[in-house]
Every structure is written in structure tokens, then in C-alpha cells.
């Protein structure tokens, strides 16, 4: 079947640190991989993807690789800032079926 | 500009009463969905359409009815049926399989 596990939070860096939040899946034929980020209150916001084995997504100093090999999709970030807070989805599609399957989300806390 | 429109943003519901949410997308989009997140929780599944006149049940479908008579709207009715309704509900649609999936802003719906 079609999953998505993802890294246990509550994630807290301090200001400029470096991010990594852990994604695996597990997926019948060649999914598209996501990351969303939402903050309180709000719906979720694409924050990057990648559609085949190797590519890289990026945005906003976020990426991520789809690694087919260990079939990962961790998120990076360099230097996280205090606007950076917020819960980090990650999240797959497949073609047949037109589903798409979320992690159970990241919780993330960045203190100056 | 286009998007994905959700109201009300906040509704109360008194027991025993149905409400339905509002969603609309202009992105001319197929696929429609509905999910439920519970504070702290991941999301979960309601019903999704692929399609105009045809929607299927989710992972959680029991006490939620849909209807799906345009291809721009797809609204809830969480019905008295529905014993523990209080979440926060987020809209969202697709091109179709493996496209990205965009989201409303939510509608929190309480139960006073």
C-alpha cells in the first residue's frame, strides 16, 4: 500500500541552526513527493516537490531530495529562522486513484 | 486572484443540528477533497470527488454527506449524525492523479 512516516516532534532549534526532518514512504508504482508547511490557524502551503527518482526540490532555503534508493524525501534547511515555526507535512500522489497520503506532520519551534 | 475559498471561517453548531461548509476553487481543478484535523493531529480523509455528479467516501465518512453539482464547489454537511464534530476542516483540490494539491484557509466548526 501507499504511506508516508515521517519524523516524531515537537522539532525545537534555536535561531540559525540546522533543520532536518525525516520522510520514508512506501508506494505502489512512481509517486510525486511534497512537503507542506502550516502555521496556527491556517490551510497547508505547498512548500516544495519533487516528481521523479533524484530530483531536488527546493524553496524559500527548504530542500529536499526523492530518494528512490531508501525511498526518503528528508527536509533541509541550512539556517532556520523564528518565521520558519510551524507544523511540516510531508506527503505523496500517486497516479492511479488520484489520492494523495500526509505524514502525520512535524511540529517546529525555533527560538531566537 | 485563484485559489481555493472556504466559509465560514469559524461556526458553532448547536446538537442535533446540520451545518454545511462552504468550498469553492476558481483553479479549475477536477479532483475536490475534504479532510478533518483534530488539534495536534495529522489529517484525515472525509469524502473527495474526481469528478462533476461522482464523489467517494474517505477514511472517515460516517456522519458527513458531500455533493459535488459543479465542478468550482464542493460543499460538507456535517450532520447531527456526526457525534463528535468540533475540528478544523480544510478543503482542497487537484489537476488530477499526481498533480499537487492545493488547500483552503479551514473553517473551524465547534459544537456549543
Known amino acids: 500500500g501507499n504511506s508516508v512516516t515521517q519524523m516524531e516532534g515537537p522539532v525545537t532549534l534555536s535561531e540559525e541552526a540546522f533543520l532536518t526532518i525525516n520522510c520514508t514512504y512506501t508506494?505502489?508504482?512512481?509517486?510525486?513527493l511534497f512537503w507542506y508547511v502550516q502555521y496556527p490557524g491556517e490551510g497547508l502551503q505547498l512548500l516544495l516537490k519533487a516528481t521523479k527518482a533524484d530530483d531536488k526540490g527546493s524553496n524559500k532555503g527548504f530542500e529536499a531530495t526523492y530518494r528512490k534508493e531508501t525511498t526518503s524525501f528528508h527536509l533541509e534547511k541550512g539556517s532556520v529562522q523564528v518565521s520558519d515555526s510551524a507544523v511540516y507535512f510531508c506527503?505523496?500522489?500517486?497516479?492511479?486513484?488520484?489520492?494523495?497520503?500526509f505524514g502525520t506532520g512535524t511540529s517546529l519551534t525555533v527560538i531566537p | 486572484d485563484g485559489g481555493i475559498t472556504q466559509s465560514p471561517k469559524y461556526l458553532f453548531r448547536k446538537e442535533g443540528q446540520n451545518v454545511t461548509l462552504s468550498c469553492e476553487q476558481n483553479?479549475?481543478?477536477?479532483?475536490m477533497y475534504w479532510y478533518r484535523q483534530d488539534p495536534g493531529q495529522g489529517l484525515r480523509l472525509i469524502y473527495y470527488s474526481q469528478i462533476v455528479n461522482d464523489f467517494q467516501k474517505g477514511d472517515i465518512a460516517e456522519g458527513y454527506s458531500v455533493s459535488r453539482e459543479k465542478k468550482e464547489s464542493f460543499p460538507l454537511t456535517v450532520t447531527s449524525a456526526q457525534k463528535n464534530p468540533t475540528a478544523f476542516y480544510l478543503c482542497a483540490s487537484s489537476m488530477g492523479q499526481g498533480n499537487t494539491i492545493y488547500f483552503g484557509e479551514g473553517s473551524w466548526l465547534t459544537v456549543v
Open positions: 483553479l479549475n481543478h477536477d479532483a
Open positions: 508506494a505502489t508504482g512512481y509517486p510525486s
Open positions: 506527503a505523496l500522489s500517486v497516479w492511479t486513484g488520484n489520492q494523495f497520503y
